[in-house]
Nanobody, 117 residues
Framework: QVQLVESGGGLVQAGGSLRLSCAAS????????MAWYRQAPGKQRELVAH???????NYADSVKGRFSISRDDAKNTVLLQMNSLKPEDTAVYYC???????????WGQGTQVTVSS
């Protein structure tokens, strides 16, 4: 079994920063893609950023230049550094990990990020 544990959400004022972390443990022997999604109230879940095994990154247009995704393969961890936060960034953030030659596709429990104006 694989466990994904997220941390780092919270309440911050507009313009502030937060860093989210997601650690994978258990029966993982290789990670293909790690990603962050978010879901705001009344909206669909959307991709925020992802990072592939070779380090290629991709970002939603709404967060380009403000968010940065990185991974630590030694710790099976993905980080999301969020700067210049805006009220519209308020959402529950979920990490997603695809691993074990694409046979595993799992989600973290979600962490709330709230940005006040």
């Amino acid at each position: 079994q694989v466990q994904l544990v997220e941390s780092g959400g919270g309440l911050v004022q507009a313009g502030g920063s937060l860093r989210l972390s997601c650690a994978a443990s258990g029966s993982i022997f290789s990670i293909n893609v790690m990603a962050w999604y978010r879901q705001a109230p009344g909206k669909q879940r959307e991709l925020v950023a992802h990072i592939t095994r070779d380090g290629t990154t991709n970002y939603a247009d709404s967060v380009k230049g403000r968010f940065s995704i990185s991974r630590d393969d030694a710790k099976n961890t993905v980080l999301l550094q969020m700067n210049s936060l805006k009220p519209e960034d308020t959402a529950v953030y979920y990490c997603n990990v695809i691993a074990n030659n694409w046979s595993y596709d799992g989600w973290g429990q979600g962490t709330q990020v709230t940005v006040s104006s």
